[in-house]
C-alpha cells in the first residue's frame, strides 16, 4: 500500500467511512462550488469615500506611508519626491506592466530599470492587483508584469493601486481573481502585503526592515484628497 | 533525531528553568506584550467572538470531510503543475525531503519557519546527506547559531535577551569588524539581514512550511512578518512545502475567516505583513519563481487522532495564543516542556505524538486556569483534553506510587460519606486547635509540598459542611 492509499485509509477507518459516500461528497462539492463567505466584519461596509478613507488608516496603522495623485500620470512626480524626501537614489525598478510603461516617467530625473530584481536594487515599483480596506492590504499577483522578486528583495517597495480596485474585503479580492483567472485558479503567487517587513524576535521589541523591504510607499491614483479616518 | 525529547523530566527542567536568571527575564516580555497585544486586537473588533465560532466550525467541517478534501487538494495541485509526496510519518518525509535535494545536486538549502519540520528533525536527516540548511526566520536563526530549538511556535528565540544574541553573532560572523557597534536590536537585526541575504540568492532548494493548503486551489499559504518566508520560496529553483495533513482548508473564503483570527491571536495584528498563496511552479511568462513546486504532506499520527478524545486538537492553527496566556509556561518557558510543542497545545498534542509514557508529565503542569480555551481562536478544550490524558496515565498505572495509593485512600472514604464527614470534621477540628494561635502551620507532616514553600492556613473550627449545615439550620 503506498503511503497516500495508506493516510487515506486511516482517516476513513478512524472516521468510519468508506469515502464515496455521497452525502459526504456532496457536501464537499457544495463547499467548494458556492465557497460561503462567513462572517465579515462590518467596519469595511459603506460607499468609496468610507472604503478610501479606511484603506488609507489602515496602511498609515500597519506603518507604510501613503500619498495620493489625481491621475497616473502624477504618479512618477510623487515617486521622484518620495525619493528625494527619504534621501534614496533616483532609481527605480519595475516590470512589464502597461500601466507602468504608459507613466511619462521622462519629466523625471528617475533612471529606470525593467524586470525580475536579483537583490541589487534599492527601489522598485510594483502595480497592486488591489487593495482591502478592512485591513490597509495590498493584493499583488505574480507574472511579467509585476515580477514577485520586486514585493520583497529592493529596501524600499513603492506599490501603485488604482482608487476603483481598493475593494471592502478579501472576499471581494477573491471574487475579482476568480474573473481574473477562472474559478479554482490562482496566479503562480498571490501576495498579501500589509506595511514593510518586520521582526519582533529580540526581546519582543518590533523592528521594521527585516527581509524584506524596510519602507512601503502606497501611492493611490485618481481618488481626490482622502480624508484621515480617526 | 531533531529534537531530543526531555519531556520525561519535565520537574527537572522546569526547576532548572525556574531557577535562570536570564530566562526569566526573558520570558517577562511573553507575559507582558503578548498579552496586551492580542486582548487590543480582540477588542478592536466586534465580530471576533463570531468569527472564533466560524473559525472552529469550518476546522470541524473539513476533519469531518478530511479524506476528500485531500484528494481535491491533490488534484488542483498536480494541475497546476506541482508534485505531491504522501508522508506516513518523519523519516517517509525527511526521505521525500533529501532525495528532492539529492538529485538537483543541492549543497545548502534556505528555511523559511515551519514546526513540522522540527517535528521530524529535518535538518539533521539534511545534513546526515551532506545538505547544510539554513534557517531565515531572524528567531530561527538566532537558535540554530546557537544548537538550540524554538522555545515558542512563533517567536522561536523568546528565551533569549539582546546580549545574548549579540555574543552570538560576534562568535558565529567573523568576517565582520570586531570594534561594530551592536548594542541595539536594530544593528542586530541589520547584520542578520545582510548575511542572510546572501544565503537567499546562493541557495539551491527553498524549503518552508504552510499555514492553509488550499483544497479549492492547490496553494500553499505561509503567513510571516519578516518576508523570510518568501525570499526563501522565491529565489532557488525549487521549492518544498512541508506540511501536516489537518492544513488542508476548503475554499478561499474559509481561509480568510482563518486569517481573520490567526494574527490577532498570534500577535495581536489585523493581519501579518505577508500572507502568500504560492499554486504550483513558474509559468511561461514568469521572470521569477521557482522551476519545481513540491509539497511533503505528513501524517505523522494525526489520521489516528481522528474519531477520539484528541481529534479538536487537528483544529489547532499554531498561534501560540495558549502558550502566550499560560501561567506555567510563564514561569518555565518552552524548552521545559521538552519537545517540539511547549504550553497547553503542546501538553495535549506531545503525548499523542511521542507518547503518554514519554510526555504524561506534561498534562499535569496545568493549574486548569482555563486562560488558554478562553483565548484559543479554534475553541479547542485544552484543559478537558489534559484532563483525559491524566485519565489515561493513571489507567495505566503511569502517575506516581503516592499519588495512586493518596487517591485509593481517598476513595476508601469517598465512598463512605458517614465516614468522609466524620473522619473530615475530627481532622479538621484537630489542626484548627493546633493552628489556633498562630493561625497557619510552617510545617506539616505529608504536606511538605506545599508548607516548603508557603504556610498552609489552619482550618476555622468546623467543616464546609458542617458550616453549611448549621447556616440553613439556624435560618
Known amino acids: ?26 457536501a464537499v462539492e457544495e463547499r467548494l462550488a458556492r465557497a460561503p463567505t462567513g462572517i465579515i466584519p462590518a467596519r469595511a461596509r459603506g460607499d468609496a469615500a468610507h472604503r478610501l478613507a479606511l484603506f488609507r488608516a489602515r496602511v498609515e496603522a500597519a506603518s507604510a506611508s501613503f500619498a495620493t495623485v489625481a491621475d497616473a500620470a502624477a ?3 510623487e515617486i521622484a519626491r518620495y525619493l528625494r524626501d527619504a534621501n534614496l537614489p533616483a ?13 511619462p516617467w521622462a519629466g523625471t530625473a528617475i533612471e529606470i530599470a525593467r524586470g525580475a530584481s536579483d537583490g541589487h536594487d534599492l527601489n522598485a515599483v510594483s502595480f497592486a492587483f488591489a487593495g482591502i480596506a478592512e485591513t490597509g492590504t495590498l493584493a499583488l499577483v505574480s507574472g511579467p508584469d509585476n515580477p514577485t522578486t520586486l514585493n520583497f528583495l529592493p529596501d524600499n517597495h513603492i506599490v501603485l493601486i488604482e482608487a476603483a480596485d481598493v475593494v471592502a474585503d478579501m472576499e471581494t479580492v477573491w471574487a475579482r481573481l476568480r474573473e481574473r483567472f477562472g474559478k479554482g485558479a490562482l496566479p503562480r503567487v498571490l501576495n498579501l502585503v500589509t506595511g514593510p517587513s518586520r521582526s519582533a524576535d529580540i ?9 524584506g523591504p524596510r519602507r512601503l510607499h502606497v501611492v493611490l491614483v485618481g481618488a481626490g484628497e482622502i480624508g484621515r479616518q480617526d | 533525531m531533531g529534537v531530543v525529547v526531555t519531556s520525561p523530566q519535565f520537574k527537572d527542567n522546569a526547576r532548572q528553568a525556574m531557577a535562570d536568571a536570564p530566562l526569566q527575564r526573558a520570558l517577562g516580555h511573553v507575559r507582558k506584550n503578548f498579552i496586551e497585544r492580542r486582548a487590543a486586537a480582540a477588542a478592536g473588533l466586534p465580530e471576533f467572538e463570531a468569527l472564533r465560532d466560524s473559525a472552529r466550525d469550518i476546522k ?3 476533519l469531518a470531510h478530511l479524506d476528500l478534501y485531500l484528494e481535491e487538494w491533490e488534484r488542483k495541485v498536480l494541475a497546476a503543475g506541482g508534485h505531491v509526496h504522501w508522508a506516513r510519518n518523519a523519516a517517509e518525509a525527511n526521505r521525500a525531503i533529501v532525495d528532492i535535494c539529492k538529485a538537483r545536486g543541492a549543497k545548502t538549502v534556505t528555511k523559511g519557519k515551519s514546526m513540522i519540520s522540527e517535528e521530524i528533525g529535518l535538518n ?6 551532506g545538505v547544510a540548511a539554513i534557517e531565515t526566520d531572524l528567531g530561527e536563526y538566532i537558535i540554530q547559531l546557537r544548537g538550540e530549538h524554538p522555545s515558542h511556535i512563533i517567536a522561536p528565540a523568546v528565551h533569549l535577551n539582546k546580549d545574548q544574541v549579540e555574543s552570538d553573532f560576534r562568535r558565529v560572523h567573523t568576517h565582520l569588524p570586531k570594534e561594530r557597534d551592536l548594542a541595539e536590536p536594530t544593528a542586530l537585526l541589520a547584520e542578520a539581514r545582510a548575511v542572510l541575504r546572501q544565503k537567499f540568492i546562493e541557495a539551491d532548494v527553498g524549503i518552508t512550511g504552510a499555514n492553509f493548503l488550499v483544497a479549492e486551489t492547490g496553494s500553499s499559504v505561509i503567513v510571516t512578518n519578516e518576508g523570510n518566508g518568501d525570499l526563501t520560496q522565491t529565489l532557488p529553483k525549487v521549492h518544498v512545502v512541508i506540511a501536516s495533513i489537518e492544513k488542508i482548508t476548503p475554499t478561499m473564503e474559509d481561509v480568510a ?26 509559468r511561461p511568462g514568469d521572470p521569477d519563481g521557482p522551476q519545481e513546486y513540491h509539497v511533503v504532506v505528513l501524517d505523522n499520527g494525526r489520521s489516528s487522532m481522528l474519531g477520539g478524545d484528541f481529534e479538536d486538537m487537528l483544529r489547532c492553527i499554531r498561534c501560540g495564543a495558549c502558550m ?24 495535549v498534542l506531545t503525548p499523542t505524538l511521542i507518547g503518554v509514557d514519554k510526555a504524561g508529565h506534561l498534562p499535569n503542569a496545568s493549574t486548569f486556569c482555563g486562560r488558554c480555551e478562553s483565548v484559543c481562536p479554534v475553541r479547542i478544550p485544552l484543559p478537558k483534553m489534559m484532563r483525559h490524558w491524566r485519565e489515561r496515565e493513571f489507567e495505566r498505572n503511569l502517575s506516581p506510587a503516592a499519588l495512586r495509593s493518596g487517591l485509593k485512600l481517598w476513595a476508601f472514604f469517598a465512598r463512605r460519606p458517614a465516614l468522609y464527614r466524620l473522619a473530615t470534621r475530627l481532622s479538621t477540628k484537630a489542626l484548627h486547635l493546633m493552628g489556633r494561635t498562630k493561625g497557619r502551620f510552617a510545617k506539616m507532616p505529608l504536606a511538605s509540598g506545599w508548607t516548603d514553600h508557603r504556610d498552609l492556613a489552619a482550618p476555622q473550627a468546623d467543616t464546609f459542611q458542617a458550616l453549611w449545615k448549621q447556616r440553613r439550620e439556624t435560618r
Open chain 1, 1 to 26: 500500500m503506498t503511503a497516500r492509499d495508506d493516510i487515506l485509509a486511516n482517516i476513513r477507518r478512524a472516521r468510519g467511512v468508506a469515502g464515496g459516500e455521497a452525502p459526504r461528497r456532496a
Open chain 1, 75 to 77: 504618479a512618477p512626480d
Open chain 1, 91 to 103: 532609481t527605480l525598478r519595475m516590470g512589464a506592466d502597461p500601466r507602468l510603461a504608459a507613466l
Open chain 1, 203 to 211: 526581546e519582543q521589541t518590533l523592528l521594521l526592515g527585516a527581509h
Open chain 2, 60 to 62: 470541524n467541517h473539513t
Open chain 2, 124 to 129: 539533521d536527516a539534511l545534513a546526515a546527506a
Open chain 2, 257 to 282: 475567516q482563518l486569517l481573520r483570527v490567526l494574527a490577532r491571536s498570534a500577535t495581536g495584528q489585523e493581519m501579518s505583513v505577508y500572507t502568500t498563496f504560492s499554486t504550483g511552479p513558474r
Open chain 2, 324 to 347: 502566550n496566556h499560560c501561567p506555567v509556561y510563564h514561569a518555565v518557558g518552552g524548552h521545559a516542556y521538552g519537545w517540539v510543542y511547549p504550553g497547553p497545545m503542546g501538553s
